[in-house]
């Protein structure tokens, strides 16, 4: 089964910016609609984004519209959720995965967003 690893989190103040990237095992990773999604304790995991497998087409939830964009480089098997405008409620761990039917969850990174 594809392994999917998310770094790029971290601590950064309200307005800034982070690049989150997502590194899949193998190139299958090519063959799926891609999405990013993002949890936070005590609460369901939220889907953010969504990307199909060419990359032309893209969708997102109103929450972070305008100000998320993801992407996908398949020939590196990488996926990106660049994420401006960053407010304390994006707080959370985040996560990519196939965008429909996910294979297993990885690590995710944590995104801290200060006030």
């Known amino acids: 089964q594809v392994q999917l690893v998310e770094s790029g989190g971290g601590l950064v103040q309200a307005g800034g910016s982070l690049r989150l990237s997502c590194a899949a095992s193998e190139r299958t990773f090519s063959n799926y609609a891609m999405g990013w999604f993002r949890q936070t304790p005590g609460k369901e995991r939220e889907f953010l984004a969504a990307i199909i497998r060419g990359g032309g087409s893209t969708r997102y939830a109103d929450s972070v519209k305008g100000r998320f964009t993801i992407s996908r480089d398949n020939a590196r098997n990488m996926g990106y959720l660049q994420m401006n405008s960053l407010k304390p409620e994006d707080t959370a761990t985040y996560y990519c995965?196939?965008?429909?039917?996910?294979?297993?969850w990885g690590q995710g990174t944590q995104v801290t967003v200060s006030s």
């Open positions: 995965n196939r965008a429909y039917s996910q294979w297993s």
